[in-house]
């Protein structure tokens, strides 16, 4: 007997000690989780808040070169035949890299073009001349984008590829939405000049690249210059909507500061690509092409695009046109240069346009 109470005695100071133990660990516990969760959503969002360095590097993700080492000098290391390197500079005088690739029947593997022959071609072309501006990430090689240059070529469509600044190997300058869309007005100027009329020139804007295009054909048309046709192949309506969809908001977004913190600087550091604004100013047809199962730019917002496009123009289905890809299909943001009916949706829309009388 003796004993057990002296056993019961001693035990309870252990019990005490386990229990502040264990209160201890919960107290830690928590200051874990408030530490963690005061970074994740106080700290990270300030220093978002403030940086626009940040911001800009998020947006453009230039800095992800993929693939990671291209000898642009070399179209045909990606696989295109007939295809040139060539360099722009603008009249800021930032040197733009850019490829030229010729429509399949100018194309045969045993003969190389000179210079000479190239600047030809683009002078006094046969078949329509597309400009394809990129989305965020990579550069003018990527697989997706070569992807699509061959369809292009294989409608027997030459095409004019580039990249804005700072990405690729074009010169690093100011990276900004103003910058890369005075990049992209100034190509679209210069290939305008050298076609001189002969043939239509298109516009193709993918992701990003939709409010690059999106922002220079609105420009242009206040200068009297429009292209023959836009192509926005997964765009989005403005950047407000665009970050509150993205999969990396999604975490942020219930947050009552979501807008303060994310949204307001980006608008405010000019970071607004509001094409649902520009697409009313644009004076060419747009077709807007968007797959289902987009997950980086859901539908709902090219489908926001398309009906503000409409009203802006009196509901004229000829100004602005919309073609949703059924997601079973697997497309997604990249992929629809695989959609099996994509060279016939573009050689109809080439056509319409070419038989709309020119304003
Ligand atoms: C470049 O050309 C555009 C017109 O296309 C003009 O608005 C702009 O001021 C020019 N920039 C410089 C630095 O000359
Ligand atoms: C390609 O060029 C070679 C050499 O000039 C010529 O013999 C051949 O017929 C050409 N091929 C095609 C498909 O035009
Ligand atoms: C551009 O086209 C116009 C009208 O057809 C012509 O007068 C002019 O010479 C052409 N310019 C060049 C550089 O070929
Ligand atoms: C355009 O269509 C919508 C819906 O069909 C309609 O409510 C609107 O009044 C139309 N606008 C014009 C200018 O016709
Ligand atoms: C998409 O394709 C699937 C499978 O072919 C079909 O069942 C579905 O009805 C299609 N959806 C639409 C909106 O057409």
């Not at 294989?154 to 004019?160: G, H, K, P, S």
């Not at 697409?279 to 797959?291: F, R, S, Y």
């Amino acid at each position: 007997m003796q004993s057990k109470y002296l056993f019961i005695a001693g035990s309870v100071p252990l019990i005490a000690l386990d229990m502040w133990h264990t209160g201890a660990v919960i107290l830690w516990t928590a200051k874990v989780i408030i530490v963690t969760y005061l970074i994740v959503f106080g700290l990270c969002p300030l220093i978002f808040h403030y940086s626009y360095g940040f911001q800009r590097k998020i947006l453009f993700l230039n800095f992800v070169h993929w693939p990671p080492s291209v000898d642009f000098d070399k179209p045909e290391s990606v696989g295109l035949q007939g295809a040139r390197n060539f360099y722009l500079s603008t009249n800021e005088s930032v040197k733009i890299g850019a490829w030229q690739i010729l429509p399949k029947s100018l194309v045969n593997e045993s003969v190389k073009w000179s210079e000479e022959e190239f600047n030809g071609a683009l002078r006094n072309p046969k078949r329509p001349v597309f400009l394809y501006m990129h989305g965020n990430s990579g550069n003018r090689a990527s697989s997706h984008r070569v992807e699509l240059y061959k369809v292009f070529q294989e409608l027997d469509y030459q095409v004019i590829a580039f990249d804005y600044r700072n990405y690729g190997d074009s010169d690093p300058a100011e990276l900004s939405e103003e910058g890369v869309v005075k990049d992209s007005k100034f190509v679209l100027q210069w290939l305008m000049e050298k076609v001189n009329g002969t043939v239509p020139v298109f516009v193709w804007g993918h992701s990003l690249g939709t409010g690059v295009s999106s922002h220079s054909l609105a420009l242009l048309a206040g200068d009297n210059l429009q292209p023959t046709g836009l192509f926005l192949e997964s765009p989005f309506n403005n950047m407000a909507d665009e970050l509150s969809y993205h999969p990396f908001s999604q975490i942020f977004k219930h947050l009552p500061w979501f807008h303060w913190v994310i949204v307001q600087p980006f608008y405010g550091n000019g970071l607004r690509f509001e094409s649902d604004k520009h697409i009313g100013d644009i004076k060419c047809p747009v077709m807007i092409l968007h797959a289902e199962d987009d997950i980086v730019i859901p539908i709902s917002l090219g489908e926001k695009l398309y009906q503000e496009g409409l009203r802006l123009h009196k509901n004229d289905s000829n100004q602005v046109t919309m073609i949703r890809i059924n997601g079973s299909l697997g497309l997604g943001h990249k992929y629809i240069c695989r959609y099996e009916p994509l060279p016939k949706i573009i050689e109809n829309f080439v056509a319409k346009c070419q038989s709309r009388p020119r304003q």
